[in-house]
């Protein structure tokens, strides 16, 4: 049987730390279970809590997205394919990407940038790259996974080389301060780009 993948994000109105990914993400398989779902991947922002899962039908998937929106406020259900896709040209998916950071739904900057990533060459590779790495660094912070996001973080760091600090709407000369503020105090920060 195929089963569809959803991303649900509901509020994190109780503003429950990253600290308690692992309570909050058995919840969420239990809760899914319920229905036959199997819940891929969890995340905790400071903005909402992501549940990737997978559904046996669109029967299953509704009675789920109705019982996470029990939880807390629904804010956005998504039917995610297989492959990242491009939808525009780079400016428009880069800003996009820009949007969705700033609205800390790394999982999703992730997947959209590699989408033109996937077809980019040469140091335009590599950049998107670098802002690749820096989006999964911040989803293994939202999975309290610390240690390894600093690391992704100097990954990232290494790859985001381009003339200036800019590479179209992302402040590159930002993301690097930024980046290496957090290693050297080993702290991840989340921040919003202008």
Not at 40 to 54: H, K, L, P
Not at 135 to 163: C, F, G, I, S
Not at 166 to 171: I, R, T
Request: hydrophobic share 40%; glycine share 6%.
């Amino acid at each position: 049987m195929r089963r569809k993948r959803y991303l649900v994000r509901i509020a994190n109105s109780d503003s429950i730390p990253v600290s308690q990914y692992r309570n909050v993400r058995e919840k969420l398989r239990s809760a899914l279970e319920v229905w036959g779902c199997i819940l891929n991947s969890s995340r905790i922002s400071s903005v909402a809590i992501e549940a990737d899962f997978f559904a046996p039908d669109d029967g299953a998937s509704e009675k789920a997205v109705g019982l996470l929106s029990r939880i807390d406020r629904l804010l956005t259900v998504t039917v995610l394919s297989d492959e990242a896709e491009e939808h525009g040209n780079t400016e428009e998916v880069l800003e996009r990407s820009r949007l969705l950071f700033n609205e800390e739904r790394f999982w999703e900057v992730h997947e959209t940038v590699e989408g033109i990533w996937r077809k980019a060459e040469g140091a335009e590779k590599t950049v998107q790259q670098g802002i690749i790495l820096y989006a999964a660094a911040y989803v293994h912070h939202q999975k309290n996974e610390p240690e390894t996001a600093l690391a992704m973080l100097k990954r990232a760091t290494d790859k985001m080389v381009w003339p200036g600090d800019s590479y179209h709407c992302f402040d590159l000369g930002l993301m690097k301060r930024k980046a290496s503020g957090m290693i050297a105090d080993g702290t991840v920060e989340v921040f919003r780009l202008p």
